[in-house]
Structure formats: structure tokens, C-alpha cells
């Protein structure tokens, strides 16, 4: 069983950064993907980016595509987000969350099965 814990979120004016982490613990993290998901006020979950097991397979929501950067250091059980030019839209709790590398990747929320308690980000002039 996996336990996570995201950091990193807090208030950014629009055109900022943020460097948003998750922090897991227990077995197996590294036969994990990986994926972030945000949820924003009245709003449905959306997945913005996973990434596979080993590093080497990414993917980004064409909302985020060439500004948010997904990576991970399975040496520290850790998963990133690089969030560039931010922008309003943005704004919302983000969490990642694990599915085991076997049953692969999916955008639908409902089908990972750990998840982390979310960090807010809110992109505010």
C-alpha cells in the first residue's frame, strides 16, 4: 500500500511557477504510474499528466502541454510537477495519485488506486 504526500502548492501570480511535489511511502512505489489530477471549484477531476514506472513514457493534457513537466526520483519516492506560465485556469487542488504499472495508465480518476490529500495552487494577480 502506497500513502502520499503533496507539497509545493500556494498562491502565484498569472505567468509564475511552481514546483509541486509528491512524497510516497511504502512498498513498491517504483511499479507504480504515476499520474497528477486536478480538481477545481466545481469542476470534475482531471488528469494533467502521468508518467510510467520507470520515467520513461509521459503524458500531458493538451490543456498543459509545453508548460507543466512531469518527472519522478524512484531513488526518493518522488514524483514532480513543474508548473510554467501559470494562468487562472489553473487554479485548483491538485493530487497525485498510483496505479499499478501492470493495469497501465488512464485518465479516469476512478480506476488509481492510492491517492494523496492535494495541494491547492491559485493563480491570482
Known amino acids: 500500500q502506497l500513502q502520499f504526500v503533496e507539497s509545493g502548492g500556494g498562491l502565484v501570480q498569472p505567468g509564475g511557477s511552481l514546483r509541486l511535489s509528491c512524497a510516497a511511502s511504502?512498498?513498491?512505489?517504483?511499479?507504480?504510474?504515476i499520474a497528477w489530477f486536478r480538481q477545481a471549484p466545481g469542476k470534475e477531476r482531471e488528469m494533467v499528466s502521468f508518467?510510467?514506472?520507470?520515467?520513461?513514457?509521459?503524458h500531458y493534457a493538451d490543456s498543459v502541454t509545453g508548460r507543466f513537466t512531469i518527472s519522478r526520483d524512484n531513488a526518493k519516492n518522488t514524483v514532480y510537477l513543474q508548473i510554467n506560465s501559470l494562468k487562472a485556469e489553473d487554479t485548483a487542488v491538485y493530487y497525485c495519485?498510483?496505479?499499478?504499472?501492470?493495469?497501465?495508465?488512464?485518465?479516469?480518476?476512478?480506476?488509481?488506486?492510492?491517492w494523496g490529500q492535494g495541494t491547492r495552487v491559485t493563480v491570482s494577480p
Open positions: 495519485a498510483a496505479r499499478s504499472e501492470v493495469d497501465g495508465a488512464t485518465s479516469d480518476p476512478s480506476l488509481y488506486h492510492y
Open positions: 508518467i510510467s514506472s520507470a520515467g520513461t513514457t509521459t
Open positions: 511504502g512498498f513498491g512505489f517504483n511499479n507504480y504510474v
